[in-house]
C-alpha cells in the first residue's frame, strides 16, 4: 500500500506553506511517527511525521513553496523494514561537501547551569543544513534552532548569515575576484546578498497583501496613564501573592479592548467575499515578538477571563514561543489583534491589519509629558494609541469613538469594573 504525504492545514487564510527541510532522503527507510520534514508558514513552524512504517519516496524537494494539501512524497508500507533498523540521516553524492567536512550530526550537548531558565537544545541537523552549515564555515553550537524540538532549520541558518561577518566572528566568503576586507581600498563601499528565509518571505507578502487588499486607515489619540499605574502599585503584590502572576498593562487594555468592541461590532467582523462575518465572541489577537517575526497567538474567548487569566494567557505564549512549543491551535481564530510597540521603546507608529481582521490596537512607550489638566500644565505618563482599521466596513466615526472609548477605560479604570 502507497500512503500520500500531503501537507497539512496549519490555520485559516493560509494557502501555501514552504517546505524547509527533508529530515530523510528520497528511498530511506522511515518509522511510523518518525519527523519526515519541516514546513514554515509565516505563522509558524510545522515537522510532519510518518504515518506509517516503509519506504520513503520524495516528491517535492525542499526549499519549494506547496499548497495546503499537496502531495510532497509517498510511502511504501509493502516494503518490510529491518529489525532493529535506526533512523539515520545520508548524505547524498550529489553533496559537494565531503562527508568528513560536515559537522557532527548530533553536536555534544553544552552544560547549562542550574539558574538557566532555558534547558540544553539538541540540536539534530538535516543534510541540507549540514552542508549549509559546512560551506559556510559556521559553528552549528551558535546558532538559535527555533525548528520543532529546537532543531535548527536551512532557515535559522539563513537568519543567523544576515549578522554582520563581525557578529559571526569570522570574514565573509568572497569571491575571488573581490578584494577581501583587509584589502580593499580606502573609502570603498561593500555589500552583502544574502537569501530572505522561508518564513521571512511569508511574512513580507502577507504584510504586502493586508496593504493591497484592505482600505486600512490609521486613527491616533493619547492616553494618561496615571490612575492604571496607581492601581498597578497599590495592588502589585497582592495580586501577585493570590494569582502568581504579575499584573501587567496589557490586561487593561485587553479589557477595555473588549468594553470598545462590544460597542461596535464592525471592528470585531471580517469581510468575506461579498458579506459580512460578525462574530459574536472576541478572540482577542496578542502580537509577540520572536527571533524569526512576530507571531500572533490569540486568546479564546477574552471575555470569560478575568484580569489574572488574561494574564496568565500572555505568559504561557510567551514560554510556548521560547520553547517552540507553539501550536497551530493557539494561532487560529483571532478576531481583533493588539500590539505593543511600547515595549522596544517605540513611541508612535501605524500597525498593520492582520488580515482577514478588520481591526488592529497599537499600544507605545509610556512617557512622561507636560498636559494640560484643569487649565493647569501638569506632567503625567503619556502613551500614544493608533487603531488602523478596513475603511471598507468600519467608517471613521466608529473607529474615532472605538479608540476614545479605550482612553476613557483605561483613564478611568473603574469603568471597567463596572462595565460601564
Same mark, same amino acid.
Given at each position: 500500500?502507497?500512503?500520500?504525504?500531503?501537507?497539512?492545514?496549519?490555520?485559516?487564510?493560509?494557502?501555501?506553506?514552504?517546505?524547509?527541510? /527533508?529530515?530523510?532522503?528520497?528511498?530511506?527507510?522511515? %518509522?511510523?511517527?518518525?519527523?519526515?520534514?519541516?514546513?514554515?508558514?509565516?505563522?509558524?513552524?510545522?515537522?510532519?511525521?510518518?504515518?506509517?512504517?516503509?519506504?520513503?519516496?520524495?516528491?517535492?524537494?525542499?526549499?519549494?513553496?506547496?499548497?495546503?494539501?499537496?502531495?510532497? @512524497?509517498?510511502?511504501?508500507?509493502?516494503?518490510?523494514?529491518?529489525?532493529?533498523?535506526?533512523?539515520?540521516?545520508?548524505?547524498?553524492?550529489?553533496?559537494?561537501?565531503?562527508?568528513?567536512?560536515?559537522?557532527?550530526?548530533?553536536?555534544?550537548?553544552?552544560?547549562?547551569?542550574?539558574?538557566?531558565?532555558?534547558? =540544553?537544545?539538541?540540536?539534530?541537523?538535516?543534510?541540507? +543544513?549540514?552542508?549549509?552549515?559546512?560551506? &559556510?564555515?559556521?559553528?552549528?553550537?551558535?546558532?538559535?534552532?527555533?525548528?520543532? @524540538?529546537?532543531? *535548527?532549520?536551512?532557515?535559522?541558518?539563513?537568519?543567523?548569515?544576515?549578522?554582520?561577518?563581525?557578529?559571526?566572528?569570522?570574514?565573509?566568503?568572497?569571491?575571488?575576484? +573581490?578584494?577581501?576586507?583587509?584589502?580593499? /581600498? =580606502?573609502?570603498?563601499?561593500?555589500?552583502?546578498?544574502?537569501?530572505?528565509? =522561508?518564513?521571512?518571505?511569508? *511574512?513580507?507578502?502577507?504584510?504586502?497583501?493586508?496593504?493591497?487588499?484592505?482600505?486600512?486607515?490609521?486613527?491616533?489619540?493619547?492616553?494618561?496613564?496615571?490612575?492604571? *499605574?496607581?492601581?498597578?502599585?497599590?495592588?502589585?503584590?497582592?495580586?501577585?501573592?493570590?494569582?502568581?502572576?504579575?499584573?501587567?498593562?496589557?490586561?487593561?487594555?485587553?479589557?477595555?479592548?473588549?468594553?470598545?468592541? @462590544?460597542?461596535?461590532?464592525?471592528?470585531?467582523?471580517?469581510?468575506?467575499?461579498?458579506?459580512?462575518?460578525? %462574530?459574536?465572541?472576541?478572540?482577542?489577537?496578542?502580537?509577540?515578538?520572536?527571533?524569526?517575526?512576530?507571531?500572533?497567538?490569540?486568546?479564546?474567548?477574552?471575555?470569560?477571563?478575568?484580569?489574572?487569566?488574561?494574564?496568565?494567557?500572555?505568559?504561557?505564549?510567551?514560554?510556548?514561543?521560547?520553547?517552540?512549543?507553539?501550536?497551530?491551535?493557539?494561532?487560529?481564530?483571532?478576531?481583533?489583534?493588539?500590539?505593543?510597540?511600547?515595549?522596544?521603546?517605540?513611541?508612535?507608529?501605524?500597525?498593520?491589519?492582520?488580515?482577514?481582521?478588520?481591526?488592529?490596537?497599537?499600544?507605545? &512607550?509610556?512617557?512622561?509629558?507636560?498636559?494640560?489638566?484643569?487649565?493647569?500644565?501638569?506632567?503625567?505618563?503619556?502613551?500614544?494609541?493608533?487603531?488602523?482599521?478596513? %475603511?471598507?466596513?468600519?467608517?471613521?466615526?466608529?473607529? +474615532?469613538?472605538?479608540?476614545?472609548?479605550?482612553?476613557?477605560?483605561?483613564?478611568?479604570?473603574?469603568?471597567?469594573?463596572?462595565?460601564?
Amino acid at each position: 500500500m502507497v500512503l500520500e504525504i500531503k501537507i497539512p492545514g496549519v490555520g485559516e487564510s493560509v494557502q501555501e506553506a514552504i517546505l524547509a527541510q /527533508w529530515y530523510r532522503q528520497d528511498g530511506d527507510m522511515v %518509522h511510523k511517527d518518525e519527523p519526515l520534514f519541516v514546513i514554515e508558514t509565516d505563522k509558524v513552524t510545522l515537522e510532519i511525521e510518518a504515518e506509517a512504517d516503509g519506504v520513503l519516496k520524495i516528491l517535492v524537494e525542499e526549499g519549494e513553496t506547496v499548497a495546503i494539501g499537496a502531495v510532497v @512524497g509517498t510511502i511504501d508500507t509493502d516494503a518490510a523494514i529491518p529489525e532493529n533498523e535506526e533512523p539515520v540521516v545520508k548524505v547524498t553524492e550529489e553533496e559537494t561537501v565531503p562527508e568528513e567536512a560536515l559537522p557532527p550530526l548530533q553536536p555534544e550537548k553544552e552544560e547549562v547551569s542550574e539558574e538557566t531558565a532555558i534547558p =540544553p537544545v539538541q540540536k539534530i541537523l538535516a543534510p541540507s +543544513v549540514r552542508r549549509l552549515v559546512a560551506e &559556510k564555515n559556521l559553528n552549528a553550537k551558535e546558532i538559535p534552532g527555533t525548528g520543532p @524540538g529546537g532543531r *535548527i532549520t536551512k532557515g535559522d541558518v539563513l537568519l543567523y548569515l544576515e549578522k554582520t561577518p563581525a557578529d559571526l566572528g569570522a570574514k565573509p566568503q568572497l569571491p575571488p575576484s +573581490v578584494p577581501t576586507p583587509d584589502t580593499r /581600498w =580606502p573609502g570603498e563601499a561593500q555589500t552583502r546578498r544574502e537569501p530572505m528565509s =522561508p518564513i521571512r518571505q511569508r *511574512i513580507a507578502e502577507r504584510l504586502l497583501a493586508a496593504k493591497q487588499n484592505t482600505a486600512m486607515l490609521t486613527t491616533f489619540n493619547e492616553i494618561d496613564m496615571q490612575n492604571v *499605574i496607581s492601581i498597578r502599585a497599590q495592588f502589585k503584590e497582592a495580586f501577585q501573592k493570590k494569582y502568581g502572576v504579575s499584573l501587567g498593562f496589557m490586561s487593561f487594555f485587553i479589557k477595555a479592548t473588549l468594553v470598545a468592541l @462590544g460597542e461596535f461590532p464592525e471592528i470585531n467582523a471580517s469581510i468575506d467575499g461579498q458579506d459580512i462575518v460578525y %462574530h459574536d465572541y472576541y478572540h482577542i489577537g496578542i502580537a509577540i515578538g520572536a527571533e524569526r517575526g512576530l507571531v500572533v497567538p490569540v486568546i479564546q474567548h477574552a471575555e470569560k477571563l478575568g484580569f489574572a487569566g488574561l494574564e496568565q494567557a500572555i505568559i504561557d505564549f510567551v514560554a510556548k514561543i521560547k520553547e517552540n512549543r507553539l501550536e497551530l491551535a493557539d494561532l487560529e481564530g483571532g478576531t481583533f489583534t493588539i500590539t505593543n510597540g511600547g515595549v522596544y521603546g517605540s513611541l508612535l507608529s501605524t500597525p498593520i491589519l492582520n488580515i482577514p481582521q478588520s481591526g488592529i490596537l497599537g499600544m507605545h &512607550k509610556i512617557e512622561k509629558r507636560p498636559v494640560v489638566i484643569n487649565d493647569e500644565v501638569v506632567i503625567r505618563p503619556m502613551m500614544y494609541v493608533a487603531l488602523s482599521y478596513d %475603511h471598507r466596513l468600519v467608517d471613521g466615526r466608529q473607529a +474615532v469613538t472605538f479608540l476614545k472609548r479605550i482612553k476613557e477605560c483605561i483613564e478611568n479604570p473603574e469603568r471597567i469594573m463596572m462595565e460601564i
